[in-house]
């Protein structure tokens, strides 16, 4: 069980992320590389939709020298991602006013990125080691995104 600064205690943050990306209509996809890949060709992908894929969470609590928990870190592996077609470019390569992968897909999902990681804020968890890179033609259906990683910190005491 997660506790967020303000005491007020919210789910493990497997179903916090659940609940927070269904509550945005976002499917969100967790397991390993080829699970993600499994799932990425099924009916769970919905066309026009972003899409946030993650491994499984890496939870580390942290605790008094009394063995007591007083808070976790949680690192999650992402993509955060939209389907897209194979021959677009990825920005200008080839000189001309077309669209391209980087203003249709990723910057608006860089956007996209900075909300959640502000609604996270404002869920009383602290946001550090964030990183990511743009990602194309990523998938067997063919994605475009942001992959990346973060570490949500939550306190007990």
């Not at 069980?1 to 493990?12: A, G, N, P, Y």
């Not at 990306?21 to 026009?48: A, E, H, Y």
């Amino acid at each position: 069980v997660f506790k967020i600064k303000d005491k007020q205690e919210i789910m493990d943050i497997q179903r916090y992320l659940d609940n927070y990306f269904q509550s945005k209509d976002m499917p969100f996809i967790v397991g390993t590389k080829v699970v993600q890949n499994l799932f990425s060709n099924s009916d769970v992908l919905q066309s026009g939709k972003v899409h946030f894929f993650c491994d499984p969470i890496q939870r580390r609590p942290t605790r008094s020298k009394q063995g007591i928990t007083t808070g976790y870190n949680a690192t999650i592996n992402f993509c955060l991602c939209v389907a897209s077609t194979l021959d677009m470019p990825y920005m200008n390569e080839t000189n001309q006013t077309i669209d391209n992968k980087y203003t249709k897909n990723i910057e608006p999902l860089i956007t996209v990125w900075n909300g959640i990681v502000k609604d996270f804020g404002c869920g009383g968890f602290d946001i550090s080691n964030e990183s990511y890179v743009d990602a194309i033609n990523i998938k067997d259906v063919n994605f475009d995104g942001i992959i990346g990683t973060v570490t949500l910190t939550s306190y007990d005491a």
